[in-house]
């Protein structure tokens, strides 16, 4: 059997540190930490999240502004709002809800944001900065997640074998690069890769960023290895993981839960971004 990793619990710690934090800019600057969350359109899991990053905010003493945008808002149109909270005194991260409606370029929406400002770590300077392994950069709030739940386990990351399933840009790709930086050796599979099962088998580490409920089989797993399970897979019945959990528990060392592991650190790593941000400023 395997240990859960609480993400909860993870979470809570986090929240209480960017709280602290919230307290002391407060103090010294004479006005809240801001961040401003923009939402296009009311796509249902997006409604979700926007609200639990909302709650966090309440919780940690930040004050959050919402912006919900018809989801016939033109691109040119958010550019231009996105310019104006760069240029908003009161505003310290910008957060836009992905994914945006199809008429919109989100590469241009991110490139929008101010790299200062870019409470995702989604804006090319901060990915870049993660590339090269500079440390004042702004870190995607779930990669910057993951290696928090790994550390919580105790479990070191130097020298072991990471997997990481999924190659996108919010969490396959800089969780590759953050791995790395942290001297795993990695290896990044994806929709293309021959004999998945051949690689994860080798990984200490496992990260499931797939999109796909119950993708990752017992199977799969090397017994004892830290299981991160990135998914948020709805259906009717429920919430599902990229992990076939039930199963999976009885091989990992360690595993995240769906839900309670990676979705509570991703809300959490938002808000200590924003307050960071803002003492940095
Ligand atoms: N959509 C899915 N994950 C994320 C995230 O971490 N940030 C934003 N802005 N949108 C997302």
Same mark, same amino acid.
């Given at each position: 059997?395997?240990?859960?990793?609480?993400?909860?619990?993870?979470?809570?710690?986090?929240?209480?540190?960017?709280?602290? $934090? !919230?307290?002391?800019?407060?103090?010294?600057?004479?006005?809240?930490?801001?961040?401003?969350?923009?939402r296009? %359109?009311d796509?249902?899991?997006?409604?979700?999240?926007?609200?639990?990053?909302? *709650?966090?905010?309440? /919780?940690? %003493?930040?004050?959050?502004?919402?912006?919900?945008?018809?989801?016939?808002?033109? /691109?040119?149109?958010?550019?231009?709002?996105?310019?104006?909270?760069?240029?908003? %005194?009161?505003?310290?991260?910008?957060l836009? /809800?992905?994914?945006?409606?199809e008429?919109?370029?989100?590469?241009?929406?991110?490139?929008?944001?101010?790299? /200062?400002?870019?409470?995702?770590?989604?804006?090319?300077?901060?990915a870049g900065?993660?590339?090269?392994g500079?440390?004042? %950069?702004?870190?995607?709030?779930?990669?910057?997640?993951?290696?928090?739940?790994?550390?919580?386990?105790?479990?070191?990351?130097?020298?072991?074998?990471?997997?990481?399933?999924? $190659?996108?840009?919010?969490?396959?790709?800089?969780?590759?690069?953050?791995?790395?930086?942290?001297?795993?050796?990695?290896?990044?599979?994806?929709?293309?890769?021959? &004999?998945?099962?051949?690689?994860?088998?080798?990984a200490?580490?496992?990260? !499931?960023?797939?999109?796909? *409920?119950?993708?990752?089989?017992?199977?799969?797993?090397?017994?004892?290895?830290?299981?991160? &399970?990135?998914?948020?897979?709805?259906?009717?019945?429920?919430?599902?993981?990229?992990?076939?959990?039930?199963?999976?528990?009885?091989? !990992?060392?360690?595993?995240?839960p769906?839900?309670?592991?990676?979705?509570?650190?991703?809300v959490?790593?938002?808000?200590?971004?924003?307050v960071d941000? !803002? $003492?940095?400023?």
């Open positions: 059997m395997s240990e859960i990793i609480d993400g909860k619990a993870v979470a809570a710690r986090i929240k209480e540190t960017a709280k602290a $934090r !919230a307290a002391e800019f407060e103090r010294v600057a004479g006005r809240k930490v801001g961040l401003a969350v923009v296009v %359109g796509d249902p899991a997006s409604c979700i999240y926007v609200r639990n990053k909302v *709650k966090a905010c309440e /919780q940690c %003493g930040v004050a959050s502004y919402t912006y919900l945008f018809d989801e016939k808002t033109t /691109q040119s149109e958010l550019i231009e709002f996105l310019g104006k909270l760069n240029a908003d %005194g009161k505003i310290d991260g910008i836009v /809800q992905l994914p945006l409606p008429h919109i370029d989100e590469r241009a929406c991110i490139a929008a944001i101010s790299p /200062q400002k870019d409470a995702d770590g989604f804006n090319v300077v901060n900065k993660l590339f090269l500079e440390r004042d %950069g702004t870190i995607a709030c779930t990669p910057r997640g993951i290696i928090e739940l790994i550390k919580a386990t105790g479990v070191p990351i130097a020298g072991k074998h990471a997997v990481v399933i999924g $190659r996108s840009n919010i969490v396959g790709k800089p969780i590759a690069a953050l791995l790395l930086n942290n001297d795993a050796t990695v290896t990044v599979c994806h929709s293309k890769t021959r &004999d998945l099962r051949d690689y994860t088998l080798t200490d580490i496992l990260v !499931a960023a797939v999109g796909k *409920k119950h993708f990752v089989t017992a199977d799969m797993i090397k017994r004892g290895a830290v299981v991160i &399970d990135v998914g948020m897979n709805r259906d009717e019945t429920g919430l599902y993981g990229d992990v076939d959990y039930d199963n999976a528990k009885n091989v !990992a060392g360690y595993i995240t769906v839900p309670g592991g990676v979705g509570p650190m991703t959490a790593m938002l808000i200590l971004n924003t941000g !803002a $003492r940095n400023e």
